[in-house]
């Protein structure tokens, strides 16, 4: 075999192996990357139609591996509330943590009668006296994950409310719900 010939050979190997390697993917139907029509489409629960009163999606997680959440407030001596939550199957991620969906991760959010009081990326909060008037009142936590959509099952959003009774000059009485949906 002549030089010409060898440098010829190892050229179109050279351009055969380029060119199958750049068109390899991962075979998906979808033309790879886990993406259709530009979405990105989570390995990650399913998204549902049904909403929250802010518009975010729910993500169905099957029961066996859902996260839970549970609530306890309890009064503190400035008058406002301490707020601990209890979690299972559940981590709370840390600011600054890419938008998207991981199995029993992202944060939570804190209700008041139904008015989103805070986002929680720790187990515990204190609830200012000012945000909680005389009366009976709801305190929700409800799990999100980090791309913003609520964790659900059964098509209900993992939550557990506790409620509260404040009355003047201070907030009196202990309130706990148990870890759970």
């Known amino acids: 075999m002549s ?3 060898i440098v010829l050979a190892a050229l179109a190997a050279c351009v055969l192996l380029f060119a199958g390697a750049a068109g390899c993917g991962s075979g998906d139907a979808d033309g790879g990357g886990g993406r259709k029509n530009g979405e990105s489409m989570s390995p990650v629960g ?16 099957d029961d066996e ?3 839970e959440v549970g609530v306890e407030v309890q009064p503190d001596a400035d008058g406002g509330w301490d707020v601990r939550l209890t979690v299972r199957n559940f981590r709370f991620s840390p600011a600054g943590t890419k938008a998207e969906a991981v199995a029993g991760r992202g944060l939570a959010h804190l209700f008041v009668d139904g008015r989103r009081v805070a986002r929680l990326r720790t187990p515990e ?3 200012p006296a000012g945000l909680v008037q005389r009366g009976t009142h709801h305190v929700t936590a409800r799990l999100y994950a980090d791309d913003g959509t609520v964790w659900a099952v ?3 959003p993992i939550e557990r409310t506790a409620d509260i009774t404040a009355s003047q000059p201070g907030p009196t009485g202990r309130t706990s719900a148990p870890a759970g949906r």
């Open 65 to 67: 591996d859902a996260p």
């Open 46 to 61: 399913k998204l549902l139609d049904a909403t929250d009163d802010e518009g975010r999606h729910y993500r169905e997680v």
């Open 125 to 127: 909060y204190r609830l």
């Open 3 to 5: 030089w010409t010939r």
């Open 154 to 156: 059964d098509g209900e």
